[in-house]
């Protein structure tokens, strides 16, 4: 079963610098390309560090005559974090370790990632660790914390109608999900399908349990001996 990925979820753009990039050029680069964060890369593209949105922000501050026109076109949330004392060129800025994912990380590894080393966004690489973009710690979130109704609506669809190619409407199956809880209710021909319908669903990403309400006609795993 499909696992969601980080490509599925993220959000934030990244924009290549190089090291020696003024500081200044990278205010006015974030606002011209609406960039969250700038990613320094050496002459091959690959990664060296992130100069992120605090540090944008304290460069906007700080950059001769970057007034308040050009904050505006920046994030607000960049705007709050304003400072002052900022370094000269991009490699004073950027702050390493920088760690990164792929778009095919599941958000499950790239939440674990993010919590192991405090990061609030990781960056997006590909298989040569050129930056594609970035994803943030809520931007993971919103991939585990799925709604109850598409929730239980993805395990309609995916463990019952294609997993096990059971019509939940014929066979009067009902699907609940409650803060991320999903029941099952109603029976199945066999006690290996209720299992395999419970396995399916556990995997599904922002299933956090599955309460097991099914029955079930024949027992075909040699689990249960009749007297």
């Known amino acids: 079963m499909r696992k969601t990925t980080v490509g599925d979820v993220m959000t934030g753009s990244a924009l290549a610098v190089t090291a020696d990039a003024r500081v200044q050029d990278l205010v006015e680069s974030a606002a011209r390309h609406h960039a ?43 705007r709050r974090l304003a400072g002052v004392d900022e370094p000269v060129v991009a490699r004073e800025a950027m702050h390493r370790p920088q760690y990164t994912v792929t778009q095919e990380t599941s958000v499950v590894e790239a939440a674990h990632v993010a919590v192991r080393h405090e990061a609030g966004t990781l960056l997006v690489v590909d298989d040569e660790r050129r930056p594609v973009g970035g994803v943030s710690v809520i931007d993971l979130m919103r991939g585990l914390l799925r709604p109850d109704a598409e929730l239980a609506e993805q395990v309609r669809h ?70």
């Open 36 to 78: 969250d964060c700038l990613v320094v890369v050496d002459r091959e593209g690959a990664a060296l560090g992130v100069v992120g949105p605090a540090a944008l922000a304290k460069a906007l501050a700080a950059a001769p005559g970057s007034g308040l026109g050009l904050g505006a076109r920046l994030p607000r949330r960049l």
């Open 158 to 227: 995916e463990v019952f109608s294609h997993g096990l190619g059971v019509d939940v409407h014929l066979a009067g199956i009902q699907v609940k999900a409650v803060d991320g809880v999903v029941t099952l209710h109603g029976g199945l021909g066999c006690r290996s399908m209720v299992q395999d319908a419970v396995r399916l669903a556990e995997e599904i990403d922002g299933v956090s349990r599955v309460v097991d309400d099914l029955t079930f006609v024949v027992d075909d795993t040699g689990a249960m001996q009749a007297d």
